[in-house]
């Protein structure tokens, strides 16, 4: 292993559509462990035409959404430069995590937008993208790929727990790594926000308004995709056929609330050990009627952590730039027991041509 360390900038837009996460992330390896510092980063929130479009951008015709991808690649490679322009730091490469658009693992169909090729042409910097398909094809889920990062980077604690616009876990203590998405998170409570002309429930004000609503509480724990075993994983087209029709003629903030309680619920019910340490991520994690909801639920004396505000939005950032960083080295950075894939692989495409 080379020592040395190694600057990426990590890029993440999550399937909640309320933003660009940026992270310039020092990697590198000593005492045989990988270690990192975070160095700069930023939080860049969607303009509401561009996040109208995220939104339903799986509802597009092939033309259009090729139009949405250079797009997308166009504002991310200015927004990288802009947020390196003052850094004095050598830049090796940039990890790009990509936007969503279809993630259907049973038929091998993964699709990301964020045009990797306009990204290099305004940055010059090496680009690693797509991290997820290859996994798909080679019959993996193709998500969640954090826990690999997080085997490597945050291996202190039991689990790590990501709330964004889908809930996801890292078992990290496990004789066999895994992860898998537990259930919808800030897709749901986002788009309820919305109802009530806020783009999201801060500190759950709106749902602390609301009232349980146990018939809806017991129809959502009942869904399928609960009795599934892992490798799993969720998608927005499976939640928008299988939890909104359920939401329907109900009061905003009665599922507002009803949903936070669903989502601690499943959470604590997919935690299997003990006195666990879990880190917590994501910006459901900021959600302070979420995490007291957490608490409520939690029989099994759980630690839930909740880190300073930067790891919190940053997290999965630095993962993908982590995890980008390996396909760089041609290293693995998924691991077919966490994905249910045929092989372990270094996954990624590089962008590296040379611009004369």
């Known amino acids: 292993m080379i ?22 992330c020092s990697f590198w390896y000593s005492n045989k462990k990988w270690k990192y510092e975070l160095v700069d980063s930023k939080e860049i929130i ?17 033309y259009d959404l090729k139009v949405l991808d250079i797009e997308l690649g166009v504002f991310i490679g200015k ?31 993964h699709h990301q937008i964020g045009n990797p090729f306009q990204i290099f042409k305004k940055t010059n ?7 997820r398909e290859l996994d798909v094809i080679l019959g993996g ?26 809930l996801n876990l890292t078992s990290l203590k496990s004789k ?27 500190n759950g004000e709106l749902s ?21 075993n892992y490798p799993k994983s969720l998608d927005l087209i499976y939640i928008r056929k299988n939890y909104f029709p359920l939401l329907q003629k109900l009061k905003s903030e009665d599922v ?42 939690n029989k099994q004396d759980v630690k839930f952590i909740v880190p300073n505000k930067k790891l919190v939005i940053f997290k999965e950032a630095i993962v993908f730039g982590f995890l980008g960083l390996l396909r760089f080295l041609n290293k693995k950075n998924i691991d077919k027991e966490v994905t249910g894939s045929s092989n372990s692989t270094s996954s990624g495409l590089i962008v590296n041509n040379k611009i004369f």
């Open 208 to 228: 602390k308004k609301g009232k349980l609503n146990n018939e809806l509480f017991n129809s959502l724990n009942e869904l399928p995709y609960y009795k599934k």
């Open 125 to 131: 910097y090496p680009v690693v993208y797509n991290f």
């Open 141 to 166: 889920q193709g998500a969640p790929l954090v826990p690999y990062g997080d085997k490597n980077l945050f291996g202190e604690y039991d689990y790590c727990v990501n709330i964004g616009g889908i």
């Open 46 to 62: 969607y303009q509401k035409e561009l996040q109208r479009k995220l939104i339903e951008c799986s509802s597009l015709n092939g």
């Open 3 to 24: 020592n040395r360390k190694y600057n990426v900038v990590g890029v993440m837009s999550g399937t909640s559509c309320d933003g660009l996460d940026i992270a310039l």
């Open 79 to 109: 927004e990288i430069l802009k947020f390196i322009h003052n850094s004095n730091i050598k830049i090796d490469l940039i990890s790009s995590h990509g936007h969503t658009v279809f993630h259907n693992p049973i038929k091998k169909i």
């Open 256 to 297: 507002l609330h009803t949903f936070v309680d669903h989502i601690a619920y499943q959470l604590n019910n997919n935690i299997e050990n003990k006195n666990a340490r879990v880190l917590l991520s994501g910006g459901g994690s900021l959600n302070t009627h979420l995490i007291e909801k957490l608490n409520y639920f």
């Open 176 to 202: 066999l790594l895994h992860g898998y998405d537990i259930c919808p998170a800030n897709i749901i409570l986002n788009y309820y926000s919305k109802k009530l002309n806020y783009e999201m429930d801060i």
